[in-house]
């Protein structure tokens, strides 16, 4: 059973920073892609950010320079820094996988942008 869990949302005030956790059981990982969304009140969901199995990462211009992934395929983690946030950043995030050609989520964190 492949399970997703996120972590360390909350709320934070403009221009600071907050790192997000990710945890993947039931599956080594490493051979996938991982990814973050976020979807914000009214709004469909949206990539945020996606790594492959070696590395590279993709972001949308909303986030580039400013969010950072990673992953740890020791650990089954992957991590999302988000750095400079703005309300416009203010939406639930969720951990994503494509695995055997299905799609999972973890439950979401909020993340709370606002002074």
């Known amino acids: 059973q492949v399970q997703l869990v996120e972590s360390g949302g909350g709320l934070v005030q403009p221009g600071g920073s907050l790192r997000l956790s990710c945890v993947v059981s039931g599956i080594s990982f490493g051979g996938y892609p991982m990814a973050w969304y976020r979807q914000a009140p009214g709004k469909q969901r949206e990539l945020v950010a996606m790594?492959?199995?070696?590395?590279?990462?993709n972001y949308p211009d909303s986030v580039k320079g400013r969010f950072t992934i990673s992953r740890d395929n020791v650990k089954n983690m992957v991590y999302l820094q988000m750095n400079s946030l703005q309300p416009e950043d203010t939406a639930v995030y969720y951990c994503?996988?494509?695995?055997?050609?299905?799609?999972?989520w973890g439950q979401g964190t909020q993340v709370t942008v606002s002074s």
């Open positions: 994503n996988i494509f695995w055997r050609g299905v799609d999972y």
């Open positions: 790594i492959t199995s070696i590395g590279t990462r």
